[in-house]
């Protein structure tokens, strides 16, 4: 009977994030219309950059060390995985074979989570170009701009929740 309490609360949560989740995806296709020139782009590159903005909003939210962002992290991940699952179903992949293809890219996504994390890490001025390399985003133009733009877009957010 109590444990509704804590439902409630995670569901205030829900909708609090579904802000944020808007605001990342908002920014993610910014970011490609604008630095990428929205040229047409791979699924895998849509996911990097997408995991790039997931990623920032992450990295906001930890650093203001409070369970309540904890718990908003979480969610937002929840929401990641579960887009990740729409997509491949409206591409046509089955129920069958859906949970090999969202276990990778949820890896894809953890180690970028982790690489993203120590880059944000170590530099007040943040350098990218080694990831962009790393990870190919950088054929669709000067990887100079796309780091310039990618430090501008992490210090944008701004997470007042």
Not at 9 to 37: G, P, W
Not at 106 to 116: G, T
Not at 130 to 152: E, V
């Amino acid at each position: 009977m109590f444990l509704q309490y804590f439902k409630i609360k995670r569901n205030n949560y829900k909708k609090q994030t579904l802000s944020i989740y808007q605001e990342i995806v908002n920014h993610s296709n910014h970011f490609i219309k604008n630095s990428l020139n929205d040229k047409h782009f791979s699924f895998d590159e849509i996911f990097e950059i997408f995991s790039i903005v997931t990623v920032f909003y992450l990295k906001k939210l930890k650093d203001r060390k409070t369970q309540k962002n904890k718990e908003i992290s979480q969610i937002i991940i929840d929401n990641f995985i579960k887009d990740l699952d729409q997509n491949f179903r409206e591409k046509g992949i089955g129920d069958m074979s859906i949970g090999k293809y969202v276990k990778k890219y949820v890896k894809k996504f953890y180690y970028r989570l982790k690489i993203l994390d120590e880059v944000l890490k170590e530099n007040t001025d943040i350098n990218f170009n080694d990831y962009l390399h790393k990870f190919s985003i950088t054929n669709h133009g000067d990887c100079q701009k796309i780091t310039d733009d990618l430090n501008i877009l992490y210090n944008e957010i701004i997470i007042d929740k």
